[in-house]
């Protein structure tokens, strides 16, 4: 009986020690392959619906045939294990790309300074030849207010780097500037011009009366709110312009000018809208901001924008109505349109600005839905066409300080996704189809633990397998006794 149990237990131990083995060869295995995976920089496989972890289509079309060297320079991206996984996708679609990890910046006394950075800074810095573009942290994502997610921009904001780079011929953007302007766009429009900049955009500030027309090469002309009527040669030019098939981008305010403006409104005239005076109060909660009538919340949407895979919505800072004419006057000026975004069904237009009440009161005009965006089309010939994007609030395009709470402020153009529709709207009168929009967003929610929680929920990931393990040896070790 004991020599049976001897060999018994002797069976077992060669048995458990195989097995333990068997555990640690798996182990092994499974470390090495990984390691060998980030060696050779694998592409990972993503099942995803909406593609979270790969690169887009889009994106391997725009990328794939990059001839010239392009270096993605991550510095104190450590922390950014997404990031640098990210980047290193470009590196495996094109050999011509390479990631390089700067993980010491207190060495690095030229970065700090070239970019003005602190040791613990975090920056991509995308580089061709001697162009370089740098993108931040608040670069690599967006939220989408209707949901209040946090969008992934990380590889919008990669691609379009080096998309920038390889532009030769930047689309020419001219701001009509000619100091008749109720804000001075210089200032007021900072931030989208900026923007357009950094999308490689060449922007400059027109004045006609200096140059006696619209520039031939102008690829978009945006017009902001006038103070004064515009004189006959500033209309002439730009309906010259309009004739001649050219885009324009209308931010304007010109609902809050009471004055008459006969040149100005002739303008308007060819696409067949007008903008009386007045602005648009909201009356339900649910679109407007904090409880603001005058801070209308509507949805935004043109077929231009497709591509966005997100919800889009635009804060409308006293807005104003857009009219168009009838449908037989429309088809006997060429034009067509689209609406971008309206108000809701309860909103009204109050033309007495020294009223107090949020409240539509007698003196305000009727209930209806209200055009506050529109993408309009003229047709001036079979071959020829002329666009316009109009927003009937410049405001919303600018850096007015609107307040969020008693020391929380954002500007008008950051309020939802008011910068997001102005810019993609221009991208499309420009004709930048060499860009990307890829918004992802994967409807997951941070989830920050204590110190103690971090340490139970480590002790659980690697002590339950090891119990497990322990478990099933202990219970066939049971079965075999009992046989």
């Not at 030769?168 to 001219?174: A, F, G």
């Not at 609107?402 to 009168?429: C, G, R, T």
Request: glycine share 4%.
């Amino acid at each position: 009986m004991k020599r049976f149990l001897e060999i018994i237990k002797n069976k077992w131990l060669i048995k458990g020690t195989s097995t333990l083995l068997l555990i640690l060869i798996i182990i092994a295995l499974y470390i090495g392959i990984n390691i060998l995976a980030n060696e050779i920089n694998v592409e990972d496989l993503d099942f995803t619906e909406k593609k979270l972890y790969s690169l887009s289509d889009e994106t391997k079309t725009k990328i794939k045939d990059l001839d010239e060297d392009v270096t993605i320079q991550l510095i104190n991206a450590t922390d950014y294990t997404y990031l640098i996984d990210y980047a290193k996708k470009y590196e495996a679609l094109n050999d011509k790309i390479k990631v390089e990890e700067i993980t010491d910046l207190s060495s690095r006394v030229d970065l700090k300074t070239k970019y003005n950075l602190e040791d613990t800074d975090m920056l991509i810095v995308v580089k061709k030849g001697d162009k370089e573009k740098t993108i931040e942290e608040y670069d690599l994502y967006t939220y989408d207010y209707s949901t209040g997610k946090q969008i992934d921009l990380t590889e919008e904001a990669i691609t379009n780097a080096i998309v920038e780079l390889s532009i030769t011929d930047k689309p020419k953007i001219y701001i009509f500037a000619g100091g008749k302007t109720q804000y001075n766009p210089e200032q007021s429009l900072n931030s989208i011009v900026t923007e357009l900049t950094q999308e490689a955009n060449d922007v400059d500030y027109l004045d006609i009366l200096t140059t006696g027309s619209v520039p031939e090469d102008c690829d978009c002309l945006i017009i902001t709110t006038q103070k004064q009527d515009l004189n006959e040669l500033e209309r002439d030019k730009i309906l010259e312009y309009i004739r001649n098939g050219g885009k324009l981008m209308m931010l304007t305010s010109q609902n809050i000018i009471e004055t008459k403006m006969p040149n100005l409104e002739q303008i308007f005239a060819e696409y067949g809208f007008t903008i009386d005076y007045g602005v648009i109060f909201e009356q339900d909660t649910s679109k407007m901001l904090q409880n603001a009538p005058e801070f209308a919340v509507a949805d935004a949407y043109a077929s231009y924008m497709n591509d966005i895979d997100m919800s889009l919505k635009m804060c409308f800072v006293d807005a104003g109505r857009i009219e168009f004419v009838d449908e037989d006057k429309l088809e006997e000026l060429g034009v067509i349109y689209e609406t971008i975004s309206k108000t809701g069904e309860t909103s009204f237009i109050r033309t007495n600005f020294e009223s107090q009440s949020y409240s539509k009161t007698d003196q305000d005009g009727d209930e209806g839905e209200f055009i506050v965006g529109a993408y309009i089309t003229k047709k001036i010939s079979d071959e020829v066409s002329s666009e316009l994007v109009i927003f009937s609030s410049e405001v919303s395009a600018s850096n007015l300080q609107i307040p969020i709470s008693s020391e929380y402020y954002l500007y008008a153009i950051d309020l939802h996704n008011n910068k997001d529709v102005v810019l993609n709207s221009i991208s499309h009168l420009t004709e930048r189809d060499d860009t990307i929009t890829i918004r992802k967003d994967d409807e997951s929610e941070i989830y920050t633990v204590s110190e103690q929680e971090d340490r139970i929920i480590k002790a659980i990931i690697f002590a339950v397998p090891v119990a497990i393990i322990i478990v099933g040896i202990i219970i066939s070790i049971i079965r075999k006794r009992r046989k």
